[in-house]
């Protein structure tokens, strides 16, 4: 099955940091780019970030919400994408979702479950 | 402030046709916006529905449709099921990388 999965969640204090990874199984990032959505409890969806392919020059972009805290980044000989936060404040709350968009079509074609990361005292 | 604009609640008659919109604060949505269209039930991640306007994804439903009206990006359900009460999200591009999410739609059948 073709599916994206990430890991890493969890409870960090405010100002803290915190590194979720999205690794694919039975789908190569390395020509992919992955882009990184939140939902707080109850709430929308937000767009954070995403990272384009070695040939795009692993290109970042960033939601203002989060830019100058978060980083992407790829590491394609584990075919992981990750998501540094730090910095981190009561409002970054969510389930945070790794996604696969097809730039070819513009299609959003794989979501991961999700990892839930709690910024608490 | 809202940049990207949805319906906050609908409501369809089973059977029945409706249609959610998604716009901009300021301008119009274009094919260049690259609308898709998102479905979301509780403790569930988004299912792709519709991308790059008007192409549904696979295995969805043909009862699904995207297009551009006026200016606006909008999904039409035609035939509403009961299954279709949900959580349904447009997402646009805004140039320079950037992605926008609207707030989100509460669709009711009754």
């Known amino acids: 099955e073709v599916q994206l999965v990430e890991s890493g969640g969890g409870l960090v204090q405010p100002g803290g940091s915190l590194k979720v990874s999205c690794v694919g199984s039975g789908l190569t990032l390395s020509g992919s780019a992955i882009h990184w959505v939140r939902q707080a409890s109850g709430k929308g969806l937000e767009w954070v970030g995403r990272?384009?392919?070695?040939?795009?020059?692993?290109?970042?972009a960033y939601a203002a919400s989060v830019k100058g805290r978060f980083t992407i980044s790829k590491d394609d000989s584990k075919n992981t994408a990750y998501l540094q936060m730090n910095s981190l404040k009561t409002e970054d709350t969510a389930v945070y979702y790794c996604t696969r968009l097809k730039e070819v079509e513009q299609n959003f074609d794989y979501w991961g479950q999700g990892t839930l990361v709690t910024v608490s005292s | 402030q809202t940049v990207v604009t949805q319906e906050p609640s609908l409501s369809v008659s089973p059977g029945g046709t409706v249609t959610l919109t998604c716009g901009l604060r300021t301008g119009s949505v274009t094919t260049s916006s690259y609308a898709s269209w998102y479905q979301q039930t509780p403790g569930q991640a988004p299912r792709t529905l519709i991308y790059n306007t008007n192409i549904r994804s696979s295995g969805v439903p043909d009862r699904f449709s995207g297009s551009i009206l006026g200016n606006r990006a909008a999904l039409t359900i035609t035939g509403a099921q009961a299954d279709d009460e949900s959580d349904y999200f447009c997402l646009l591009f805004m140039g320079s990388g950037i992605w926008v999410f609207g707030g989100g739609t509460k669709l009711t059948v009754l």
């Open positions: 990272i384009r392919t070695r040939n795009k020059k692993f290109e970042t």
